[in-house]
């Protein structure tokens, strides 16, 4: 057992896995992240959300749970409820926090009331689509954000359900494909620029951004295969932007964080635009898999994936005691 | 706290990229594989998977009879063995396929590790990169995975109710021979086909047999299903069993026995045998002897054929449980295939609906399929899915057509909001096939 792990005598849970599209990067995530954690000499389960957690809790000594489940119930909040009801203390946002960083049509105009820059947005139900017709809104949405435009579930990830719109006859196709994934649908300004992803840390002096990974896609779009099959996709940190920029990226996703009050881990998805960064999404759960930004970003701040989770965990542990103590 | 500055990275994460050979393009992560990861989940009814159902076998007796085979015969039970496979293991695989109508010598058997690797060998002795294969539209999932792999084209031949159209097979040889293409083999699966449910009449086959021999084509026949009949009619004699000089045949005991042994094996003509048999041991030295003695000794002990009709009885139970729950919860304009055996049912969606954007749906309603793209290469198959009754119980199947049928009226009353109706051919490479558990 290394010395970090000796002073940490409680068992770690890592959850992983659900029935969300992302299962599988979730148990990847996961996979990870228990070895990581192992290797630095910690006691570690692993559980996937069935049944069988709630004996898990209850016997493990001292249990604090890192969730990576990805999307559905892993990032709404569902899950998150349910350890705040069961009294363990959890790594990363509280149900609430989740609960609205997780559904994109809440969670962009209440980042952008901490005056951070976002994509002009609308956000539709598909019921709105079947009781008014759809031809209408279609039209105006046409109108209101012109082409390319972006359509994309509001709640999910792992670029599901996204397209990219560049002319009329596509819109009622990208529509129906983002439904499939989510009862609502975003609408958004299409931002030309260079991706970033901004993880956000907490070790216990508050929130801290980890230096940008920039992300080029060999084919162009970061979509589900660029994102998760090794050698689709480019990583630079940190990013190739200027100094500035990405200390505006910084304090951007910071200030999402922040607002969003994420706790021990965010990750924050901003593109750099003509005009300077956008906050595009945030995730709560961010992948840890080998072909995952935030580890990127990990390493190039030259910290440990084990030790910063082990870290993660004793903040997530304090501020459990410290909640029940206040 | 604060982070030190940034150590640079520049990196696409794996090493190798520009190392890798030209036939692994396009191995690569899928989201329809994603998908299929919440597919073995106990919530979801999965009527994707090809699994067999093996949980009737006499599982007790087995192992007491594997103890016994270790004990009394382990040192060339776990020792490597022949390349062609045990004589004992080749003698059996002749009595299989007698059922069939195979009249075979075990001399020109080999075994191989499942019918795919005999696939595989069969695929590496005749195709050079751009040669063409023929298949049935659609064809079995695994098979354009291996053809891929050696770079083969595969071009796709019209099926209808009783399988090939002959034609249209000697239509596509002129044509393919016409511009410059090497044609090597037909790859066909005509009992109960994978993914269709369809089997080929008996005059079909000698029909096919005629073409082949006309334009000096090779016939591969894969087998797998062939003695799952499910209805009470005459089972159809193997094309094999009809010409043993133009067919390569492939076997398996995956469906008759249980697929882990990985088991299976290849008969062809003698000359091919040979070829066979040093490609066999370039690849794996030996197929897996522990396996070939477990199969000999369960078929010398147990009542072998006695547990295929208890798994005929199993599976048609299923299929029925599937075609009422079809009938039942189906929107107007779907049809779908009556299979009289093997694994599967052929379902074709209405019009404009698109089975591999529905995927998603599907499994949110925790209900998953096959879309039928991943059985074509040419894009087709969009309106199509494949539905397998092998693994859930007839329970389950009736509870995954009404789930099924619940996202497809859903789907259809979007489409009719948004106005879509037109049937958009979507392309899907082999990685966006399901993984060999779900095939």
Known sequence: ?326 | MHLPDPLHRDTVLDTYVDHYAERTHGMSVSAVRALFSVANRPEVVSLAGGMPNIADLPRIELGAAVDRLIRENGTQAMQYGSGQGELVMRERICDVMALEGIRANPDDVVVTCGSSQGLDLVTRLFCDPGDVVLAEAPTYVGAIGTFNSYQAEIHHVAMDDDGLRPDDLRTAIRTLRAAGKKVKFLYTVPNFQNPSGITQSLERRRDLLAVAREEDLLIVEDNPYGLLQLDADEPTPAIRSLDGDNVIYLGSFSKTFAPGFRVGWVLAPHAVRERLLIAQEAATLCPPVFSQFVISQYMTDFDWKGQIVAFRDMYRARRDAMLTGLAEHMPAGTSWTHPRGGFFVWVTLPEGIDAYALLPRAVTAKVAYVPGTAFFTDGLGSRNMRLSFCFPTAERILEGTRRLGEVLHNELEIHKTFGLGVDVPRHIDATGAPAPNIS
């Open chain 1, 1 to 326: 057992m290394s010395a970090a792990a000796s002073e940490f005598d409680g068992t770690i849970v890592v959850l992983a896995g659900g029935l969300s599209h992302e299962r599988d990067v979730s148990l990847r995530s996961g996979r990870r992240v228990a070895q990581a954690l192992r290797d630095l000499g910690c006691s570690v389960l692993e559980s996937d959300v069935t049944p069988e957690l709630f004996w898990m809790l209850q016997t493990a000594s001292d249990p604090v749970v890192f969730p990576v489940v990805h999307g559905g119930v892993g990032e709404d909040g569902s899950l998150r409820q349910v350890l705040e009801l069961l009294d363990v203390p959890t790594v990363g946002a509280s149900a609430t926090a989740a609960r609205l960083a997780f559904d994109k049509s809440i969670c962009t105009p209440v980042v952008a009331t901490a005056g951070v820059r976002v994509p002009r947005q609308a956000a539709l139900p598909q019921e709105m689509f079947q009781e008014l017709g759809a031809q209408p809104l279609i039209a105006r949405l046409a109108e209101e954000f012109g082409f390319p435009l972006v359509v994309k579930p509001a709640r999910g990830g792992s670029a599901l359900g996204y397209s990219k719109v560049t002319q009329a006859s596509e819109l009622p196709a990208a529509i129906v494909g983002a439904f499939s994934y989510s009862p609502v649908v975003v609408f958004e300004e299409f931002i030309d620029g260079v991706e970033v992803a901004v993880g956000v840390i907490d070790r216990g002096s508050g929130p801290e951004a980890l230096p940008a990974v920039e992300i080029r896609p060999r084919s162009g779009a970061y979509d589900y295969t660029a994102r998760y099959t090794a050698g689709e996709t480019r990583f630079i940190v940190p990013a190739e932007i200027d100094a500035d920029v990405a200390a505006e990226c910084a304090e951007m996703a910071v200030s999402a964080h922040v607002r969003l009050n994420l706790a021990e881990l965010s990750r924050a998805d901003i593109i750099v635009g003509p005009d300077g960064p956008v906050f595009i999404e945030t995730n709560v759960a961010p992948g840890l898999t080998e072909t995952s930004t935030v580890p990127l970003g990990i390493e190039a701040a030259g910290l440990g994936l084990a030790s910063l989770c082990l870290d993660l965990v004793r903040v997530a542990r304090q501020r459990h005691l410290s909640r029940h103590a206040g």
